[in-house]
């Protein structure tokens, strides 16, 4: 009612400003011209209750030719309404549909009036009423029910051919995927996330549950309330099911929500810092020295990973160093560690004049070899080794033969005679450890 008592506001200023007006000043006009019967009219025109009753009576005119349809205003005008959403009714525990729109366009066809009426209703019921269809495949009409009986209208689409198939059910394995890893303190871990049971029922077509490889509970980092060590509950964790290529299957998940209890963790380390000089300083110079501003620091990462690191190494290039340098290093992360409690660090590193020491009857020993192979040596070289050390004599003359380790690899090698690389190792990574014997000869026989 207040819609309508501003629309015949409007209607009847306008009819007062466009008719009223302009009709009172040609008749002022006209009389002007005439006796005092004229003036008389003139004064009579003049009256505000005049004028007043005149525009009422033109008001209600108008009003009613409006109510017959008489003027032009009653032609007929279209309204189109996008995007009006589908209801379907069907039996959801027994069915799965396919075909269905979800949303379709009206076109209203009707005067101004009644169309600006129904734009203005909230209910627009589009309905596909399938009780009572079978599986298989049908074609079903797309209804528009409203209240204005004078609107035409037409559906877009106004037929749909939908698919109805039998839901059938299966039971699967849940597995859990974790999103926003990255927003996860770099200082924590997720230890271990637990939830109720790894068992849930899909629902859906035969056809859609063939294209199910794995349901997961999408565990994201974003919802934990806190991000220190403890164990935080997730409640409300959707469930999404995947076919083999990572898309989502539209299927019914039961349940669709899963409580998840996450465990954060802080798994830590202290290890040394190991400097390894690659390259060769410059002839006739040695390392003296190598120092470092910090010898130690915190790592954190898995607690597996941290099981295996016994020291993280800084590599430094000596490659024709000359004279003492300092190095300023940024660490790196091995694999599988999440933070560092330092990210760099400054490596000196003095030198001196190189000297030579050697050491004979070096034990060489037989790494990855088979457990059901022997290794003979086929001749004195292959079990002992002189290896020459280069460095600075207060550095070389401090080192024992039980401070160097001389090998041979035999990982891949089969049963029969090898000529294989003698390798040298030391524990000061000043020295240069070089063995005289460069390749031995063996032989590998099974036990």
């Known amino acids: 009612m207040k819609k309508l008592r501003k629309l015949l506001q409007g209607i009847t200023h306008f009819i007062d400003k466009t008719i009223v007006v302009p009709i009172t000043k040609l008749l002022v006009h006209t009389t002007s011209h005439f ?98 269809l079978k599986p298989g495949t049908h074609k079903v009409s797309i209804k528009y029910n409203q209240n204005t009986g004078s609107i ?135 390392i003296s020295t190598i120092s470092l501003n910090e010898t130690k620091l915190t790592v954190y990462g898995e607690a597996s990973v941290l099981n295996n690191l016994n020291y993280i190494p800084v590599k430094i290039d000596v490659n024709g160093l000359k004279s003492n340098k300092d190095y300023k290093v940024e660490l790196e992360k091995p694999v599988g560690i999440k933070s560092l409690s330092i990210t760099n660090v400054t490596v000196s590193v003095t030198l001196d004049e190189v000297a030579n020491r050697k050491l004979d009857n070096v034990s060489i020993e037989y790494k990855n070899l088979g457990e059901n192979f022997a290794v003979q040596g086929m001749d004195e070289s292959a079990t002992k080794v002189t290896v020459t050390l280069k460095g600075v004599a207060d550095v070389i003359n401090d080192i024992a033969i039980e401070d160097i380790s001389a090998y041979i690899d035999l990982k891949g090698l089969e049963e029969g005679e090898h000529e294989v690389d003698v390798k040298v190792e030391g524990s000061d990574n000043k020295v240069t450890y070089i063995a005289m014997t460069k390749k031995v000869k063996i032989k590998i026989v099974r036990k």
Not at 204 to 226: R, T
Not at 241 to 249: H, I, P, Q, S, T
């Open 152 to 286: 035409e209208y037409m559906v877009n689409p106004s037929v749909a051919t939908v698919i109805i198939y039998e839901k059938v059910s299966e039971t699967r394995t849940l597995s859990v995927d974790v999103l926003n890893k990255d927003k996860l303190d770099s200082k924590l871990t997720i230890s271990n996330i637990s939830y109720d049971s790894d068992k849930v029922v899909i629902k859906g077509a035969e056809h859609q549950l063939k294209e199910v490889a794995q349901v997961k509970a999408l565990v994201d980092i974003n919802n934990l309330p806190s991000q220190e060590v403890g164990t935080f509950t997730l409640k409300n964790v959707p469930l999404k099911a995947y076919n083999d290529k990572g898309e989502v299957v539209d299927v019914e998940i039961v349940p669709e929500t899963l409580e998840v209890n996450v465990e954060l963790a802080s798994p830590s380390k202290e290890l040394p810092i190991k400097v390894i000089p690659e390259g060769e300083v410059a002839n006739g110079y040695a």
């Open 35 to 132: 006796d005092k019967n004229g003036r008389r009219v003139e004064n009579w025109l003049s009256k505000t209750n005049t004028l007043l009753f005149i525009s009422l009576f033109l008001a209600i005119a108008v009003f009613i030719m409006i109510d017959q349809k008489i003027l032009i205003f009653t032609d007929n005008n279209a309204l189109v309404l996008k995007d009006q959403p589908v209801n379907v009714t069907y039996n959801k525990e027994k069915y799965v549909i396919e075909g269905l729109p979800e949303t379709v366009d009206i076109t209203l066809i009707g005067s101004k009036t009644d169309l600006y009426i129904a734009k203005q209703s909230s209910q627009h019921d589009v309905a596909i009423d399938l009780t009572g």
